[in-house]
């Protein structure tokens, strides 16, 4: 039974606003052992009207419209950051000095310098911290880690990971502002390397280890687009669609695609992995399934196997339904609160933390730079991935 409360003060109440408050609202449910309860305290937007309607909608017992009065309240435990990526720092920052936790949405920040002081004002502080890479905690991404880690797949050869959505293909689509801030670099940082391809370096550094060096091509294509805020028609600076290959520490090869303009794909994000002996793909338009192909397998029946990954033994789904009855997106989230309170159960590490992060953004920045310069660049990342 839940007996020490976890004061939420969420600030941002868009998309990922809902989802991490939906996973605040059903963790004790699914996770009745732990002994930590969160409570949605307070919730924070500028705009009066929607963060009232907001905090009835999803049970806040208050709201602000000043991020700055709410990470600075007595009683709040940990802020949430769901805004835009130009925010994170400011507010993570901020948060830290003020003795709060901090969850932060991904990524992390815009850039490196900004992603090293964050890391650097929690770790001063002293104060939990993670990452809401949520793809990690879905039970067929997580039995995916569990197999590499077995050793099943053998030395690994090849890690190759498409995200593709089409949601931006119309040149008249304007960019910035509620809604299309992923859209304005300023607000951004980057267009589908950090929204997108961000996911996909967490889980493969995650599963595969660093990635050492990259290089990288992208496109924007729509080179300008009406401005929200300004009312004007202005330069478009995000990448629009990037392919890079690299090196990982481990001697395999990776191969990565994102865009927005792959009509007929909203959110196809797919990973496969080769190894020595078998191979591991997934979907996650088909997320409860993992396909396994495993070679010492005797030859007559060999072939790929489509596991569905709703066993009481495999990652999360003893928490869940019976056998053979499926979960969802949302649950990542779910996922990620209740592994968040765990790590505050047992004084460890909830990964990725904002370190663990860090590494994906050095990375992205590795992506941008070599795209610009046309050249190979070394992500600086070494080690062992959490
Ligand atoms: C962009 O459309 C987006 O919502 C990303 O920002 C999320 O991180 C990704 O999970 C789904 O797509």
Redesign the pocket.
């Known amino acids: 039974m839940s007996e020490k409360t976890l004061r939420i003060g969420l600030v941002g109440c868009g ?1 990922m606003g809902r989802t991490h408050s939906n996973g605040y609202k059903r963790v004790g449910d699914f996770f009745p052992t732990l002994s930590y309860r969160p409570v949605l305290q307070a919730v924070c937007s500028r705009s009066r009207n929607n963060v009232q309607a907001f905090s009835q909608q999803w049970g806040y017992e208050s709201f602000e419209t000043d991020w700055k009065t709410l990470v600075n309240r007595n009683d709040i435990d940990a802020v949430d950051i769901c805004t835009p990526n130009d925010t994170h720092e400011q507010i993570a920052v901020a948060a830290a000095k003020a003795g709060k936790m901090v969850l932060c949405e ?1 990524p992390l920040s815009r850039t490196l310098e900004e992603g090293n002081r964050m890391v650097d004002a929690v770790k001063k502080a002293g104060v939990a911290n993670t990452v809401w890479y ?2 990690r905690r879905l039970p067929a991404v997580s039995l995916a880690k569990q197999l590499v880690d077995s050793g099943k797949l053998g030395k690994i050869f090849h890690y190759r990971a498409n995200f593709l ?1 089409d ?1 931006t293909i119309n040149a008249d689509l304007p960019q910035g502002g509620t809604g299309l801030w ?1 859209m304005d670099v300023d607000a951004a940082g980057s267009g589908v390397t950090g ?2 391809l961000a ?1 996909c370096i967490d889980t493969a550094m995650w599963l595969n280890g660093a990635i050492k060096d990259v290089s990288a091509v992208t496109e924007t294509f729509v080179k300008q687009r009406l401005h929200q805020l300004t009312g004007k028609v202005q330069p478009v600076g995000i990448d629009d669609a990037c392919i890079f290959h690299c090196h990982f520490e481990n001697g395999s090869l990776g191969l990565f695609e994102s865009t927005r303009y792959a009509r007929g794909h909203k ?1 196809l ?1 797919t990973f496969e992995i080769n190894g020595e002996h078998a191979s591991i793909r997934w979907d996650l338009h088909d997320l409860n399934r993992l396909e396994y192909f495993d070679h010492r397998d005797e030859s007559i029946v060999r072939g790929w196997r489509s596991i569905h990954v709703t066993d009481g033994d495999q990652p999360y789904m003893d928490k869940w339904w019976v056998p053979g009855l499926g979960i969802g997106y949302e649950h990542s989230f779910v996922h990620q609160v209740a592994d968040f309170l765990k790590s505050l159960e047992d004084g460890s590490a909830c990964h990725p933390t904002f370190e663990d992060a860090l590494q994906t953004q050095k990375v992205c920045e590795a992506v941008l730079s070599s795209a610009s310069s046309k050249s190979w660049k070394d992500t600086g990342v070494k080690g062992k991935q959490y």
């Open positions: 998309f991904k949520n793809y959505q949601w992923r929204d997108l996911h959110a994000y």
